[in-house]
């Protein structure tokens, strides 16, 4: 990877980061507008203080933009969702081979007492 591609990597990781983040761009992901109150549901556990600066943040980067009906995606956000398309899949496998580990390690813990 280039320098140049380094930074963007790492400038789009630094806003996706932020606490929350990409649980907003997530809750947007069916591209239906949502109002600041039911995004806030859709979020869960955020504060309004907190969605209002992640939204502010999001729309300067041009991922989210806000219309008549409510908050959606830009063009922008919807490439970088598409592109996110294959995490539920990652994070399930992952999320098995997880808990198939913990087990694993109760169960040597368990014969070693």
Excluded at 20 to 38: C, E, M, N, P, S
Excluded at 60 to 72: E, F, P, R, T
Excluded at 79 to 89: G, N, S
Aim: charged share 20%.
């Amino acid at each position: 990877m280039s320098a140049k591609e380094n930074a963007a990597v790492s400038q789009l990781l630094g806003l996706l980061e932020s606490r929350y983040a990409i649980r907003v761009l997530w809750a947007l992901k069916d591209g239906h507008a949502q109002t600041f109150r039911l995004l806030q549901d859709s979020v869960g556990g955020i504060t309004p203080n907190t969605l209002n600066t992640r939204i502010k943040e999001l729309r300067k980067a041009g991922l989210v933009s806000h219309g008549k009906s409510g908050y959606v995606v830009t063009a922008a956000g919807a490439d970088l969702l598409k592109r996110l398309a294959d995490l539920p899949a990652f994070a399930l496998k992952w999320a098995s081979t997880q808990s198939r580990k913990a087990t694993e390690q109760a169960a040597a813990r368990q014969s070693a007492a």
